[in-house]
């Protein structure tokens, strides 16, 4: 499967995979911007992308990211439908103590190309019942 990317911006860097099992390609901010303590801040990529029908994009955290500097994508995932056309934004939040500087050309956020599965929605009076039924939020217990 091929993705089309245009390049936005002459910063802006080519998503890619850092090895070649990996499920994310790895997107880069274009400009440094600092994170406050407590607030997010959309960080440009510099890039567009135009993806196969019956996709998508989840734009997701890096592990790295939020394990060192507590910093994640705040919609995560982050959705990019297949007709979307304009340029690609990280919602960065900062959930340390310590204003966070991201850097031209640092690795943001990771993106994940996957199937979309389009459904049918049928209204009904009653679900079918389960094992489970209404069961949630900690229903199975803690061990």
Do not use: W
């Not at 910063?11 to 880069?28: K, W």
């Not at 959705?79 to 943001?108: C, P, W």
């Not at 979309?116 to 049928?122: G, K, Q």
């Not at 039924?133 to 199975?140: H, I, M, R």
Request: with cysteine; aromatic share 4%; hydrophobic share 40%.
């Amino acid at each position: 499967m091929k993705i089309k990317i245009i390049k936005l911006n002459e910063a802006a860097q080519v998503p890619c995979y850092s090895h070649t099992d990996d499920a994310g390609l790895d997107l880069f901010a274009i400009q440094a911007q600092q994170i406050s303590p407590g607030a997010s801040v959309l960080i440009p990529t510099g890039i567009a992308i135009e993806l196969p029908q019956g996709t998508e994009a989840q734009v997701r955290p890096r592990s790295g990211l939020a394990l060192k500097h507590s910093i994640t994508v705040l919609n995560s995932p982050g959705t990019i439908d297949a007709g979307y056309r304009g340029e690609i934004g990280v919602i960065l939040i900062n959930h340390s103590q310590e204003v966070f500087q991201v850097v031209e050309g640092m690795k943001i956020a990771q993106m994940v190309i996957a199937p979309i599965l389009r459904v049918e929605i049928e209204e009904v009076s009653e679900l079918s019942s389960t094992q489970r039924g209404e069961g949630g939020f900690g229903s199975t217990g803690y061990s």
